[in-house]
């Protein structure tokens, strides 16, 4: 069973529109969850951090949290070209590792 | 700059040959990791320090890989006998221990090529 899952995609989502990208993970004691862009051939960029139930907010992107149910979601709204990229969720484990999932690609269509 | 860097950027080499990568983490996060990548697919976890202590290292590496930091600044990446299997992006990432939430800045990557 992988630690961290994520729907490879290719998530497609017009100009403007909400995109939602979905991760699962397996460990309940996780606390600390990651949300990362990345761009083709090149590295990681961190966009949000959460480690509380419930959302959290920054500019247009909101990460949802729900640990009884073992999910973590990033809402990209008002979507632009320049967010066409591969979305990576992470974990961090008791012993601050952090776990990837494998990404989603996402392409917003102008 | 005071983010993370990575040398070198780029690296070809033909199979059977040792390569070094060096990462330079942000001066003052005390914690170094390093992943792999390759293409379609998340970083894999490699290793990770504390300081100079080097706290875990994957079962899935070969003992052709080696990782050192020695004065907990700087950090090193050694592969030896390197294999065609080897090419991929290596990446470096630090963070400081203790900080809530806990958030790993990444450098710009190491690609191997192994031919």
């Known amino acids: 069973q992988k630690e961290v899952e994520q729907n490879s995609g290719p998530l497609s989502v017009p100009e403007g529109a909400i995109a939602s990208l979905n991760c699962t993970y397996s460990?309940?004691?996780?606390?600390?969850f990651f949300w990362y862009r990345q761009y083709s051939g090149k590295s990681p960029e961190l966009i949000m951090s959460?480690?509380?139930?419930g959302d959290k907010e920054d500019g247009r992107f909101t990460a949802q949290l729900n640990k009884a149910s073992q999910y973590v979601s990033l809402l990209i709204r008002d979507s632009q070209p320049s967010d066409s990229a591969t979305y990576l969720c992470?974990?961090?484990?008791?012993?601050?590792?952090?776990?990837f999932g494998p990404g989603t690609s996402l392409s917003v269509i102008p | 700059d005071t983010g993370v860097s990575q040398d070198p950027r780029h690296k070809i080499t033909k199979r059977g040959q040792n390569v070094t990568f060096r990462c330079d983490p942000i001066?003052?996060?005390?914690?170094l990791y390093w992943y792999r990548q390759t293409l379609g697919q998340g970083p894999e976890f490699l290793t990770y320090?504390?300081?100079?202590?080097?706290?875990?290292k994957s079962r899935l590496l070969s003992d052709r890989f080696s990782a050192e930091r020695p004065k907990g600044s700087f950090s090193t990446l050694e592969i030896q006998r390197t294999e065609q299997g080897d090419s991929a992006m290596y990446l470096c990432?630090?963070?400081?221990?203790?900080?809530?939430?806990?958030?790993?800045?990444f450098g710009p990557g190491t690609r191997l090529t192994v031919t």
């Open positions: 992470a974990r961090k484990t008791s012993y601050d590792k952090v776990i």
């Open positions: 460990d309940r004691v996780s606390q600390s």
């Open positions: 959460i480690y509380s139930n």
């Open positions: 001066s003052e996060h005390n914690r």
């Open positions: 320090f504390q300081n100079e202590a080097q706290l875990e």
């Open positions: 990432a630090s963070a400081t221990k203790g900080g809530f939430p806990y958030e790993q800045y």
